[in-house]
């Protein structure tokens, strides 16, 4: 039986947020013959839910960036706006708590520069308005990288036109934060995100700082009505109802080059499937290491590309259903990160072992989206971020019980920073790993933030040599290891933007034919 | 605004790139195709495989242990009281049954390990797993599996599934398995695992059966019983047998009180009527629902006890267009059989595996046509509700259809 036609245009790797970002954006630019393979039942990759004992639990989205409130479209939120996916956007009641014990560090903020920086300033006194200076130089660097990172400028162009970004390009996030002179707490306040894109300050690009702080306390952040799963499948709707194939449980082992140029792919199943251009959600870890073929058509400066950026860190998390509302858990708070102590280079070195962790964040779902669960019931999870590296070890044997113990060390940890007892109140829990990841996802080591920011592998590094990262014609890539780097806010950037290479090099005249 | 004196530096850019080029060109140029994750996960879920069924003996005058050994050597982990998804070609048919595995984790680890089974009672070091059937009327597939399968047969197995196991983050480590008939099986892994030292819980087996011939594994529960009886208990319950000298009647909550202790995790596994009956039982004990765990139930064949079933459908027959990729067959499906059996009874593969409507292995999409979706056990997330997405185990035609479902 013939399941695929003869050849398509475009075969996207991967029905995640990036690979049907890049179908729609590749649809609105009027190409058509696209075939999106999925390794999962599901669309959206990590943006899903899964349904255990009757409730339907959040897989892995904390909140959304980038969406915005309607009068306010961000990015993301204005692509979806643009595109006919209408969803059902809750937005998330604050930015975030931040709890540090041994500083004595306890304080909400909320979106809205001004209002965060007069959050700021009712218990740091003085300090507002040089706070509100510095969110405003994060939200100029912000604005910068939106406009750069699709619309390619000479350097002179962009001194004239993007000043700040191009003037602070060259230095960490702390090297700049500490030009304001605040004082340690505000620091560790204002570091309270650094998990997210899973790098200390010290050695964190400012761009990238500046873009989650500006894009986060700007617009807020929202979640899904009917979990991310809402949004993966309105998308996938979308994506279908504009003529794209969309097949589930087709894993894509090969991708086939000849003479330097895609052909085809090949599926795990077996079906080999023709097509002039990939966009592929996989990394290029997997796919210059594993899926070219033959791997001879991988260029040397692909595996030391690949070899030189480090992955970033990978979530682990314990997601439960706790009996009894948030109230009589004494949960206030959408999202808490804790921290015994902010030392960043402790931290990190924290990140590096298989726990317990010492930062972590929680979310309770209700908070924003009370219809989450059933009256009486909270929906509720603790994640932290490590490094990869510390579970390469791991015996199959072993794992159930490290999965155990992962949970537990992360229960027992919010329960000491944050004093609110849960353990006793599970009524549905599972701990998801990298191994979780991988066996859902295929993601590269169960990694889904790419590689590494660091001042090494810059965003804006990454913009520059767009074109020597680029080495087998036809290949595009839709992950997080994209230029606008990891989240699911990203992750629809990093799809749109491998479609608009693609739909510029067909209007070239095929580079692949 | 204008950032500090400090950054009238203009080369950042340059600086960057420079760095990032430095980084790739001093990197290896040697391919490192190894992700030890992946290989973990694979490991842990390698999705179906090739078994051969190597041994087989009774497990009660009418039931059957089947002992299936790894081709390759290696059986997933797995918890005791998960289970298994047979595949089978039967005639024309290609399909699947979920059994609960009757061995105990520890049976599949390479090395030695107390088998419990009659002719052994000794340790053997050959990873395997079991299932055990029962034979109590004529069925599809037990009837294959007693009259056709035999030792040195090749069998497709897919394994682990379920998450109806002992969760210490979650479960009090009194645990009291609920069982009738062949729904002994997970508890019957949980024993042998206890008493192989691998397991570390009080468990309490409450088993009812009709006369004390029908019970199923009654020697390795014995067996794994005497073997650990501070932490294993067994107590048979007989409904209609006047040879037997201890608990009789059905299961009551007299009988689970008087064999409770303080804080106890129920467990259930076995038909939809006893499910119905406990929960209400457990409602009037004041037994908190976290407490109370049970495997996903198969939908009932008589789709009368369904709650809401429409039963002018009973009887009818629609016409059901499959879409694969491209590729559409047409075949028959009943209104009163999920579309499941239908797509097997067609010979499409379809990747069903609790058969209750939780897991949503079978996710199927409606694209024209209507179906009723079975209230028990519905797992179907919100989104696919609204969106038409079902579960083809749970979802009844209720006129001709055209469904898509993945290609296999």
New interface residues.
């Given amino acids: 039986?013939?399941?695929?036609?003869d050849h398509y245009d475009v075969v996207i790797i991967g029905g995640a947020l990036s690979g049907l970002s890049a179908a729609l954006q590749l649809q609105a630019k009027g190409v058509k013959d696209i075939l999106i393979l999925e390794k999962h039942?599901?669309p959206g990759g990590l943006a899903t839910?899964y349904?255990?004992?009757?409730f339907?639990i959040e897989a892995t989205l904390h909140e959304m960036m980038s969406i915005g409130p309607k009068e306010d479209r961000l990015k993301v939120g204005a692509f979806f706006d643009e595109m006919g996916v209408d969803i059902d956007w809750l937005r998330v009641p604050e930015a975030y708590r931040f709890v540090e014990p041994s500083k004595k560090i306890d304080i909400t903020l909320h979106a809205g520069f001004r209002k965060a920086a007069d959050e700021i300033d009712a218990q740091y006194p003085g300090w507002g308005d040089k706070v509100y200076?510095f969110f405003?130089?994060c939200n100029?660097v912000y604005d910068s990288m939106n406009v750069l990172s699709v619309t390619p400028m000479s350097?002179l162009q962009?001194?004239k036109e993007h000043e700040?970004f191009?003037?602070?390009?060259?230095?960490t996030a702390y090297e700049?934060m500490d030009?304001f002179h605040f004082p340690d707490e505000i620091k560790d306040i204002l570091s309270a995100y650094w998990i997210y894109v899973g790098s200390p300050l010290d050695k964190l690009?400012f761009t990238i700082y500046a873009f989650l702080y500006a894009d986060y306390l700007r617009g807020g952040s929202y979640v899904a009505k009917?979990?991310s799963?809402?949004m993966s499948?309105?998308l996938e709707?979308k994506v279908e109802e504009n003529g794209a194939?969309i097949?589930?449980?087709?894993e894509v082992e090969k991708i086939l080059v000849k003479n330097g140029h895609v052909t085809g792919v090949r599926t795990k199943?077996g079906?080999v499937i023709n097509c002039d251009y990939v966009i592929s959600g996989a990394y290029p870890n997997?796919v210059?290491?594993?899926m070219i073929e033959p791997?001879s058509e991988?260029p040397?400066?692909a595996?030391?590309?690949v070899?030189?950026?480090p992955l970033s860190v990978v979530p682990v998390s314990?997601m439960m259903v706790l009996?009894g509302t948030p109230e009589e858990l004494g949960i206030k708070d959408y999202n808490i990160f804790s921290a015994e102590d902010m030392n960043m280079s402790s931290l990190w070195e924290n990140e590096k072992s298989i726990g317990p962790y010492k930062y972590l964040t929680s979310i309770c779902l209700n908070l924003a989206n009370p219809g989450c669960c059933p009256e009486g019931y909270t929906q509720f999870s603790i994640t932290a971020l490590p490094l990869?590296n510390a579970?390469?070890?791991?015996?199959?044997?072993d794992?159930?019980a490290l999965k155990?113990k992962i949970?537990?060390e992360l229960?027992a940890g919010y329960e000491r920073m944050t004093g609110i007892v849960i353990?006793d109140k599970?009524?549905?829990?599972?701990?998801s790993t990298?191994?979780?990841i991988?066996?859902y996802v295929?993601a590269?080591?169960?990694s889904i933030y790419g590689n590494l920011h660091s001042?090494?592998?810059?965003a804006?590094?990454?913009l520059?040599?767009r074109e020597?990262d680029h080495v087998i014609e036809g290949l595009e890539f839709a992950c997080a290891a994209g230029m606008s780097g990891n989240g699911m806010g990203p992750a629809v950037t990093n799809g749109r933007a491998a479609a608009k290479f693609v739909a510029l090099a067909m209007e070239k005249g095929g580079a692949a034919k | 605004m204008k950032v500090k004196g400090f950054f009238t530096d203009i080369g950042g850019a340059s600086r960057v790139t420079k760095a990032r080029e430095a980084a790739i060109n001093n990197a290896s140029a040697k391919a490192d195709p190894v992700d030890p994750i992946r290989a973990l996960a694979d490991a842990a879920h390698p999705g179906p495989r090739e078994y051969t069924l190597t041994k087989v003996y009774d497990a009660s005058p009418t039931s059957k242990t089947f002992r299936f050994e790894p081709a390759d050597g290696h059986v997933p982990v797995f918890q005791a009281g998960q289970y298994v998804n047979m595949h089978f070609q039967i005639g024309e048919s290609v399909l699947t049954r979920a059994y609960s595995i009757s061995s105990a984790p520890c049976e599949a680890r390479p090395g030695k390990h107390v088998s419990f089974a009659p002719d052994e009672n000794a340790t053997s070091d050959k990873p395997y797993f079991e299932i055990t059937v029962r034979k109590n009327r004529p069925y599809f597939v037990p009837d294959y599996l007693f009259e056709q399968a035999a030792v040195g047969q090749k069998f497709i197995c897919d394994l682990p599934f379920s998450d109806f196991f002992y969760q210490p983050l979650r479960d009090s480590k009194n645990l009291m398995g609920l069982a009738g008939g062949s729904g002994i099986t997970p508890f019957a892994s949980m024993a042998k695992e206890i008493a192989n030292g691998a397991l570390d819980v009080d468990l309490t087996i409450l088993y009812g059966s009709v006369k004390h011939t029908d019970i199923v594994c009654g020697d390795q529960l014995e067996a794994a019983r005497a073997k650990a009886p501070d932490k294993i208990h067994i107590v048979h319950i007989m409904s209609d047998d006047e040879e037997w000298d201890g608990e009789k009647g059905f299961l009551t909550k007299e009988l689970i009180e008087k064999y409770s202790k303080e804080d106890t995790t129920y467990f259930f596994c076995g038909p939809l009527p006893m499910f119905n009956m406990l929960t209400g039982i457990m409602k009037e004990m004041g037994v908190p629902e976290k407490r109370f765990r049970h495997e996903a139930m198969q939908q009932p064949t008589n789709v009368k006890m369904i709650p809401g079933f429409p039963e002018d459908q009973i009887g009818k027959t629609y016409k059901m267009t499959v879409v694969r990729g491209i590729a559409e067959t047409v075949a028959d499906a009943k209104a009163d059989e999920p579309v499941a059996v239908s797509l097997e009874r067609a010979g499409i593969p379809i990747d069903a595996h609790c058969r209750g409507g939780e897991c949503g292995f079978c996710r199927a999409q409606l694209l024209a046509g209507t179906v009723f979706v079975s209230p028990l056990g519905d797992g179907r997330r919100r989104e696919d509700k609204e969106m038409g997405w079902f579960h083809s185990c749970s979802a009844y035609p209720t006129s001709d259809i055209k469904v898509k479902i993945p290609i296999i």
Avoid: C
């Fill in positions: 039986m013939k399941f695929y036609k039942n599901l839910s349904v255990r004992g009757g339907e200076d405003l130089l100029t350097k962009m001194l700040q191009v003037k602070t390009a060259g230095y700049v030009t690009p009917n979990f799963h809402e499948m309105k709707k194939q097949e589930f449980r087709q199943r079906d997997k210059y290491s594993q791997a991988v040397a400066r595996i030391k590309q070899n030189g950026l314990v009996d990869v579970f390469l070890d791991v015996k199959e044997e794992y159930p155990e949970g537990r229960i353990h599970i009524h549905e829990v599972e701990v990298p191994v979780t991988s066996h295929g590269w080591k169960g001042m090494e592998n810059h804006v590094a990454r520059q040599m020597e």
